[in-house]
C-alpha cells in the first residue's frame, strides 16, 4: 500500500497510491446517504486532490504531508467508512446514533484541517512572492525616484511650476533661458 511504500516512488507510481487514496475516499462517500456529509466528503476529496496535484507538481513538498499521509488521511478514512458501515447496519441504537454524531461533528475539523494543510504547502511560494514583490517595489521606487530627479518631474518642477503662477515648468539649464524676442 503507498503510505508503507519506500521514500523513493516513482511519480507514476505515486500517482497510483495517490488515486487509490482518494478511490476510497470516494467509495466510502457513494455508500453514505447523508447529503451533508456527503458534501463535506466532496469538498474533502477536492483538497485532497489539491494536495496531491501541488506534491506532483513539486516532489520537494512530498515531505510536509506525511502526518497527512500516515494519519489523518488514513483515520478520516477509516471515519468514512464506520460511518458508512453503520449506515447500512439499517439499525438506528444509541451507540450506532451517537457514533455516527460524533464523525458527522468532526467532518468541519477534519475539513479545516485538510485545507490548512493545503495552505501550508503553497506558505513557502508565498513567502517567495512577497519577497520578490518586495524587492520589485524597492526597485521600482529607487528607479522611479532617480527618473524624477533626473528629469525634473518631482517635486522641485512642480513647485517652480506653482510659484511662477503661469503653468510653465522651469526646467532650469539654457535651453530655458534663451528667448526669442
Do not use: C, W
Not at 94 to 117: C, P, Y
Not at 134 to 156: N, P
Amino acid at each position: 500500500m503507498f503510505l508503507d511504500a519506500p521514500m523513493t516512488r516513482t511519480p507514476k507510481e505515486a500517482e497510483e497510491g495517490y488515486s487509490g487514496i482518494l478511490r476510497n475516499i470516494r467509495r466510502a462517500n457513494d455508500r453514505i446517504a447523508d447529503p451533508v456529509l456527503t458534501a463535506k466528503i466532496d469538498r474533502l476529496e477536492d483538497i485532497t486532490a489539491r494536495i496531491f496535484r501541488a506534491v506532483e507538481e513539486d516532489p520537494k513538498k512530498r515531505n510536509r504531508i506525511d502526518t497527512f499521509l500516515n494519519y489523518y488521511l488514513p483515520t478520516t478514512q477509516k471515519l468514512l467508512d464506520a460511518y458508512a458501515e453503520f449506515d447500512a447496519a439499517g439499525v438506528e441504537g444509541e451507540n450506532l446514533r451517537q457514533a455516527k454524531q460524533r464523525i458527522e461533528k468532526t467532518m468541519d475539523s477534519i475539513v479545516a484541517g485538510f485545507e490548512h494543510q493545503l495552505d501550508e504547502l503553497y506558505k513557502t511560494d508565498a513567502m517567495d512572492v512577497d519577497s520578490d514583490i518586495r524587492v520589485m517595489e524597492t526597485m521600482l521606487h529607487r528607479d522611479t525616484a532617480s527618473v524624477e530627479k533626473d528629469f525634473g518631474l518631482g517635486g522641485s518642477a512642480q513647485m517652480a511650476s506653482n510659484s511662477a503662477g503661469t503653468g510653465d515648468v522651469d526646467l532650469g539649464g539654457t535651453a530655458a533661458q534663451v528667448r526669442e524676442e
